[in-house]
Every structure is written in structure tokens, then in C-alpha cells.
């Protein structure tokens, strides 16, 4: 009701200014890097396992593709990500030293249980659980589990899910790494330093709600866009536009930057717009490079750059900076812009925001 909302016109609006505590709370007592944060048979477990198979659906997914990106370039460990709903039907070639990964708010989606219990009965016994409830079907199933502390989350667009699954997955990386003598204890301390440094980057990027409104207003009017990112900012990019599809109702699409070439290129015109997340990182003279791509085509480009990806603003060019530049962790950081975004496009059209049409909060039946 009004009152547990406060100040707050939705409950998604709440969940997204929730993020600083979400984080704290999901990260709290994390001081030191120690496979027991997933569960006391983590240690063997993380021993023997070589490689890791996430499965998830929607948000969720998305966090699972960007934690590719971290375990594979911090754990050096083969990680395959699927759709769970495809998954759980396909004909796939099993590996019994993979760790099993879902990944879920509820715990309770069917095809994510379901392609759990088909990875067990294709025989990889280990199995790992990312999850907001501790009560639920899918940490129970799992043999290990670390919970996230989003609390409940009502809206049924997921944010304060994602960015705290994020947390947890980037955490596993971490420990992976660990396991496997890769980590140093200077590259620990500096990791867990920037992870307890989340909540208040997060409340920093909330500030920038004033600048995002103004572009809402322009968006409120399309009934397309594009969205584009590079390397682990492609999954960010993906759930940006799934966020301003499944509330505002606008046709969006998420590229990987490089790709704009062949195919995306061709629908830019000036009614397109392009959100491009833009974090100095080592693709980032690529990604700009894209960006005269979209510009020569007529196309009206929004960035979200952070402190040290020296874009400016020009005609067709609008630029909001995040206010810090956060390495490895800019993923979780880069979700925040592009929550509000959605939201406030959303509000811009009227729809149903924490109710949107035609889809469930848990998806518990196939
Ligand atoms: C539904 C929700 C999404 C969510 C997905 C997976 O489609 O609307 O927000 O990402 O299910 O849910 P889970 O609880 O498994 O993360």
C-alpha cells in the first residue's frame, strides 16, 4: 500500500533507489574471499569442479551472461550460459566436472528447475544456486547456495534482483579464482574494496535521476530503439532493452556493438534511438567508432559514459556521465541508469508499470 511505498510513485521506483541497501545487505560481513560464503561443501566442490554451466531465464539470463565474462577472465574457467527453457530440451554433451549455476529471484521457475534436474540426471551432480529466497524449491534442490539480500521484490520488471545477483556472481568469480591459486591476496583485497564501495557508487549513480527524466520524455515518444554495448556490457545493453520493452511497451533491441554492421545498421534513421553504454574499458575507441556509424546514418545517440571515457556531447550526441569509473564492476554500476530510464518512459506513456500486461512476477508453469 501508500505507506510502504513512501515516497515512491511505484514499487519499481522504490526497488531501484533500494539498490545501495540491497548490495550492503547482500555483501554484508563479505571481508575476506572464502568458498564457505556458498555453502560448506563449497571448498570441495570448487575444487574438483573445471568448469561452469549457468542456466536461467529473462533478468536472470542476463546476469549469468555477464558472469561469463568475470569467471572467464578472472577464474580462467570455461563457462557455458543457457537459456534454461531450451536448455532442458536440447540434445547437449554433458561434462560431470562442471558446477551447475542458476540463477533466480524467486527460486521458483519452472524451467529453471526443470533444466537443474536435467543437468543432474545427464550426471553433473554439482549444483550451485544464486537466489533471493532461502525458503525456496531451487535451494533446496541445490547443493550449494549463496542468497542474495534484495529482499522481497514486487515489481514485476526485476532491478534490485539483477543488480545484487550480479554482486553474488561477481563474488563467485572471486572465489573460483581462489580455488584454483589464481587470485592473489592484493587482487582480493582490492576486489572486495570495490565491492564494499558498491552502495554508495550506486547512490551517486541514483542522483543522475533528474538528467535521465529529460531524455525520458524524448524516448516516451519513439516506439523503437537501440541498444548497444561491448564485451560485459553487451548483457547490460540486453537487459536495458528488455526493461524498456516489459514496461513501457517500446520495441527494443540489444546488439553487441561490433555487430551493428551486419543487420541493426540498416534500421537507424533519425526517429532511432541509440543507447550506447559506454564505460572506458578496453573497448572503448571500438565502441566510438560504432558510434560515427550510428551518426553518420542520422541516428540520435544516448550515452551513459562514466568518469574516464572522454565522450562529449555534439549534435545527435547526448551524453550522462556516471560519475566514477569502476573497472570490473561497471556492469552493476551501468544497470542503474538504465533501470530509470525504463521507469520513467513508462510513467511517460502511463502503462502499468509494477503490473505490465501480459506478464507474471514468477514463472511457475511452463
Ligand atoms: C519472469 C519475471 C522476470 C524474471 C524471470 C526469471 O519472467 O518477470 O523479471 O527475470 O521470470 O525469474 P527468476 O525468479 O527465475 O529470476
Redesign the pocket.
Known amino acids: 500500500g501508500a505507506a510502504e511505498l513512501g515516497p515512491y510513485r511505484h514499487y519499481m521506483q522504490k526497488e531501484i533507489f533500494e539498490q545501495p541497501r540491497a548490495l550492503g545487505d547482500t555483501l554484508e560481513g563479505v571481508t575476506a574471499i572464502m568458498p564457505e560464503l556458498f555453502g560448506d561443501k563449497a571448498f570441495g566442490v570448487f575444487k574438483q569442479i573445471d568448469n561452469v554451466l549457468i542456466l536461467?531465464?529473462?533478468?536472470?539470463?542476463y546476469a549469468g551472461m555477464t558472469a561469463k565474462y568475470w569467471i572467464e577472465s578472472i577464474a580462467k574457467i570455461p563457462v557455458n550460459v543457457e537459456i534454461?527453457s531450451e536448455y532442458r530440451y536440447r540434445d547437449s554433451v554433458p561434462n560431470p566436472s562442471s558446477l551447475v549455476v542458476?540463477?533466480?529471484?524467486?527460486?521458483?521457475?519452472a524451467?529453471?528447475l526443470a533444466a537443474l534436474k536435467h543437468a543432474r540426471s545427464l550426471g553433473m551432480p554439482h549444483s550451485l544456486t544464486i537466489?533471493?529466497?532461502s525458503t525456496s524449491a531451487?535451494v533446496r534442490e541445490c547443493e550449494l547456495a549463496y542468497i542474495t539480500r534484495a529482499g522481497v521484490e514486487v515489481g514485476?520488471?526485476?532491478t534490485k534482483?539483477?543488480t545484487t545477483?550480479l554482486a553474488a556472481l561477481f563474488l563467485l568469480a572471486l572465489t573460483l579464482a581462489q580455488s584454483k591459486g589464481r587470485l592473489s591476496d592484493e587482487q582480493e583485497a582490492e576486489h572486495i574494496k570495490a565491492l564494499r564501495h558498491l552502495p554508495v557508487a550506486i547512490s551517486a549513480v541514483l542522483a543522475l535521476e533528474p538528467q535521465i527524466i529529460a531524455w525520458s520524455e524524448e524516448f516516451a515518444r519513439k516506439e523503437n530503439a537501440l541498444f548497444l554495448g561491448r564485451g560485459m556490457h553487451y548483457p547490460i545493453a540486453l537487459e536495458g532493452a528488455l526493461k524498456l520493452k516489459?514496461i513501457s511497451y517500446i520495441h527494443a533491441e540489444a546488439y553487441p556493438a561490433g555487430e551493428l554492421k551486419h543487420g541493426p545498421l540498416a534500421l537507424v534513421t533519425k526517429e532511432m534511438p541509440v543507447v550506447t553504454v559506454a564505460p572506458k574499458d578496453g573497448l572503448i575507441e571500438k565502441l566510438k567508432s560504432n558510434m560515427q556509424e550510428v551518426r553518420a546514418r542520422g541516428g540520435e545517440l544516448y550515452v551513459f559514459a562514466d568518469a574516464d571515457s572522454r565522450i562529449t556531447p555534439s549534435e545527435g550526441v547526448h551524453v550522462i556521465r556516471l560519475p566514477e569509473h569502476y573497472g570490473m564492476l561497471s556492469p552493476i554500476l551501468h544497470t542503474v541508469p538504465l533501470q530509470l530510464l525504463a521507469y520513467h518512459t513508462a510513467l511517460a506513456r502511463g502503462t502499468d508499470v509494477d503490473k505490465p500486461r501480459n506478464?507474471?512476477?514468477?514463472?511457475t508453469v511452463e
Open positions: 536461467a531465464c529473462g533478468t536472470s539470463y534454461a542458476t540463477i533466480s529471484q524467486s527460486g521458483e521457475t524451467d529453471t537466489c533471493n529466497v531451487m514485476v520488471a526485476s534482483a539483477f545477483q516489459e506478464l507474471a512476477k514468477s514463472v
